[in-house]
């Protein structure tokens, strides 16, 4: 009897210590399977939540780009997980060192000319990638303090002047669709890429633009283009561009100053002297003392050295014109109406250069010329646009000027025939003659111009070639020294000749004196010989 007390009593203990052990595994169970949940809610929580900084949609509305955290109800542990990883605002980040700076010198870097667009999918991408403009440029420009993965705009308003031209020798291409960009005040890009595993990029060498369906391109430099040429080449070139300066100075003072060589050609000549001297001062100084070339210093440049080939162009007009029309017909202006066709030359010489100066500024180009650099790529190619063509087409339309002279010297020939067999028949032609003083003069001027224009003809093709060739900097550096050297070839050519030589040398001699009149020397005659 009592074994069986003892054997109910030990069951007794065993279901207890069953029921025990069932409530633990239940409680388990109900413990990993809320673990669960919240883990999945989290993974939810996480994938619908933001970047950090995508969403700056508007940083001219929102002060600070930062991420919001979706918070899910009765989770207050996530919540504060959450807060402590992503903070509301920039305060609680890492500020980084360098911040971005706004200076004058600061510039926003387009890809294409102003009044331009890209055309990315052209058909044939050997043309130009820029084309008329149909989407007006207008990027987003911010004043911004940068943290660690987080962006704090000021915002303050900023306006940037451009750079035009893609600074890039290698570079990689980001499109507007799939990345935000931004310019900060400094005119460094912001690029924010939204699926990318870095919230944000700063890039310093970039340049960027628009194309005509307004969607953002943005091309950042793997590798920039550097300069070929050393310095001390350069300042080599500049020096001697300072040596053509006193000779250049020396041709202009002695046609203005010498009566007999201060007439339309030598006025035209003088001028042209000082455009190419006033031209060369300023490249020189720019280039010896590193200043930079930007701004109105470049098209001061461009306006000088543009004005010295339309004065060459002058210079051959005015030998056509006597060929042709006043030396056959004889004709002697007066002085009024040689002021006028002095007056249309300088109109000429500087409303030509003044115009092309204007579309470089309306375009956003560079002003400065094509001395001492090569079209490596595609922007410096197109940065040259209007120096290097009109250059090139007033150079070959000074060359057909130059041949029809020489065919206008035959025609004339002719009429000297013609003069010298009725001379002396009839009194009424002898009274307006066949100036042959002028014609000698004329035909001296023309002999010097032809020779200037051969000069200038072979350094400028020497220097389209080195300009659109990747050809050794040795050769750019033998181009430029023979353009630095232009004022020593002006005076020699202008100066040597025997005639000019001759009234030069008779000008130094009686400089100074003073000639005695016949009265004066009967004065001095009376008081040596007293009575």
């Given at each position: 009897?009592?074994?069986?007390?003892?054997?109910?009593?030990?069951?007794?203990?065993?279901?207890?210590a069953?029921?025990?052990?069932?409530?633990?595994?239940?409680?388990?169970?109900?413990?990993?399977?809320?673990?669960?949940?919240?883990?999945?809610?989290?993974?939810?929580?996480?994938?619908?939540?933001?970047?950090?900084?995508s969403?700056?949609t508007?940083?001219?509305?929102?002060?600070?780009?930062?991420?919001?955290?979706?918070?899910?109800?009765?989770?207050?542990?996530?919540?504060?997980?959450?807060?402590?990883?992503?903070?509301e605002?920039?305060?609680?980040?890492?500020?980084?060192?360098?911040?971005?700076?706004?200076?004058?010198?600061?510039?926003?870097?387009?890809?294409?000319?102003?009044?331009?667009?890209?055309?990315?999918?052209?058909?044939?991408?050997?043309d130009?990638?820029?084309?008329?403009?149909v989407?007006?440029?207008?990027?987003?420009?911010?004043?911004?303090?940068l943290?660690?993965?987080?962006?704090e705009?000021?915002?303050?308003?900023?306006?940037?002047?451009?750079?035009i031209?893609?600074?890039?020798?290698?570079?990689?291409?980001?499109?507007?669709?799939?990345?935000?960009?931004?310019v900060?005040?400094?005119?460094?890009?912001?690029?924010?890429d939204?699926?990318?595993?870095?919230?944000y990029?700063?890039?310093?060498?970039?340049?960027?633009?628009?194309?005509?369906?307004?969607?953002?391109?943005a091309?950042?430099?793997?590798?920039q283009?550097?300069?070929?040429?050393?310095?001390?080449?350069?300042?080599?070139?500049?020096?001697?561009?300072?040596?053509?300066?006193?000779?250049?100075?020396?041709v202009?003072?002695?046609?203005?100053?010498?009566?007999?060589?201060?007439?339309?050609?030598?006025?035209?000549?003088?001028?042209?002297?000082?455009?190419l001297?006033?031209?060369?001062?300023?490249?020189?100084?720019?280039?010896?003392y590193?200043?930079?070339?930007?701004?109105?210093?470049?098209?001061?440049?461009?306006?000088?050295?543009l004005?010295?080939f339309?004065?060459?162009?002058?210079?051959?007009?005015n030998?056509?014109l006597?060929?042709?029309?006043?030396?056959?017909?004889?004709?002697?202006?007066?002085k009024?109406?040689?002021?006028?066709?002095?007056?249309?030359?300088?109109?000429?010489?500087?409303?030509?250069?003044?115009?092309?100066?204007?579309?470089?500024?309306?375009?956003?180009?560079?002003?400065?010329?094509?001395?001492?650099?090569q079209?490596?790529?595609?922007?410096?190619?197109d940065?040259?646009?209007?120096?290097i063509?009109?250059v090139?087409?007033?150079?070959?339309?000074?060359?057909?000027?130059?041949?029809?002279?020489?065919f206008?010297?035959?025609?004339?020939?002719?009429?000297?025939?013609?003069?010298?067999?009725?001379?002396?028949?009839?009194?009424?032609?002898?009274?307006?003659?066949?100036?042959?003083?002028?014609?000698?003069?004329?035909?001296?001027?023309?002999?010097?111009?032809?020779?200037?224009?051969?000069?200038?003809?072979?350094?400028?093709?020497?220097?389209?070639?080195?300009?659109?060739?990747?050809?050794?900097s040795?050769?750019?550096?033998?181009?430029?020294?023979?353009?630095?050297?232009?004022?020593?070839?002006?005076?020699?050519?202008?100066?040597?000749?025997?005639?000019?030589?001759?009234?030069?040398?008779?000008?130094?001699?009686?400089?100074?004196?003073?000639?005695?009149?016949?009265?004066?020397m009967?004065?001095?005659?009376?008081?040596?010989?007293?009575?």
């Amino acid at each position: 009897m009592e074994l069986r007390y003892w054997e109910i009593f030990f069951v007794l203990i065993y279901l207890k210590a069953y029921s025990n052990a069932l409530a633990q595994v239940t409680n388990l169970t109900e413990i990993n399977s809320s673990s669960s949940s919240a883990e999945q809610l989290i993974n939810q929580t996480l994938s619908e939540s933001p970047l950090p900084i995508s969403s700056a949609t508007d940083p001219t509305t929102e002060s600070t780009i930062a991420s919001s955290s979706l918070r899910p109800s009765g989770a207050p542990d996530l919540n504060s997980l959450q807060k402590q990883s992503q903070p509301e605002d920039c305060s609680q980040r890492e500020k980084y060192r360098l911040q971005p700076v706004a200076r004058e010198s600061s510039r926003l870097r387009k890809c294409c000319p102003i009044g331009e667009n890209l055309d990315i999918y052209r058909e044939n991408q050997s043309d130009s990638m820029c084309d008329n403009e149909v989407v007006k440029f207008e990027p987003t420009i911010i004043s911004a303090v940068l943290f660690d993965n987080c962006i704090e705009d000021l915002e303050i308003p900023t306006t940037l002047s451009y750079d035009i031209g893609n600074p890039c020798n290698s570079s990689l291409l980001y499109e507007g669709g799939e990345d935000v960009f931004f310019v900060l005040q400094d005119g460094s890009l912001l690029i924010i890429d939204k699926f990318g595993n870095d919230s944000y990029t700063v890039e310093k060498n970039y340049c960027l633009d628009i194309d005509k369906s307004g969607q953002l391109f943005a091309f950042t430099c793997i590798t920039q283009v550097e300069d070929k040429i050393a310095f001390a080449k350069v300042l080599f070139v500049a020096v001697l561009m300072l040596i053509s300066m006193p000779c250049l100075l020396l041709v202009s003072y002695l046609h203005l100053s010498l009566k007999l060589l201060r007439n339309l050609h030598g006025l035209s000549l003088s001028l042209m002297s000082m455009c190419l001297a006033s031209g060369y001062f300023v490249h020189s100084v720019v280039h010896i003392y590193s200043v930079p070339n930007t701004g109105i210093i470049g098209y001061v440049i461009q306006f000088f050295i543009l004005s010295y080939f339309f004065w060459y162009f002058v210079v051959c007009f005015n030998v056509l014109l006597n060929v042709w029309y006043k030396l056959p017909c004889r004709v002697q202006l007066s002085k009024s109406w040689a002021t006028f066709n002095f007056a249309c030359y300088c109109f000429f010489a500087i409303a030509g250069p003044s115009s092309i100066v204007a579309l470089t500024v309306q375009k956003g180009l560079p002003g400065m010329p094509s001395y001492f650099l090569q079209g490596l790529t595609e922007s410096i190619r197109d940065s040259q646009r209007y120096f290097i063509p009109p250059v090139s087409t007033i150079l070959f339309l000074s060359f057909l000027i130059n041949i029809l002279s020489f065919f206008g010297f035959q025609r004339v020939k002719g009429y000297e025939l013609a003069e010298k067999k009725d001379q002396g028949q009839d009194p009424v032609q002898n009274s307006i003659a066949f100036d042959q003083q002028k014609f000698e003069d004329v035909k001296k001027d023309a002999k010097c111009v032809c020779l200037l224009g051969i000069i200038l003809i072979i350094s400028w093709l020497l220097e389209i070639v080195t300009f659109y060739s990747n050809s050794n900097s040795n050769y750019l550096l033998l181009c430029d020294m023979v353009n630095g050297l232009q004022g020593v070839w002006v005076l020699l050519i202008f100066l040597v000749v025997r005639r000019r030589r001759t009234i030069i040398m008779r000008w130094w001699r009686d400089r100074g004196s003073h000639e005695i009149n016949e009265t004066e020397m009967q004065e001095l005659r009376k008081d040596k010989n007293p009575t």
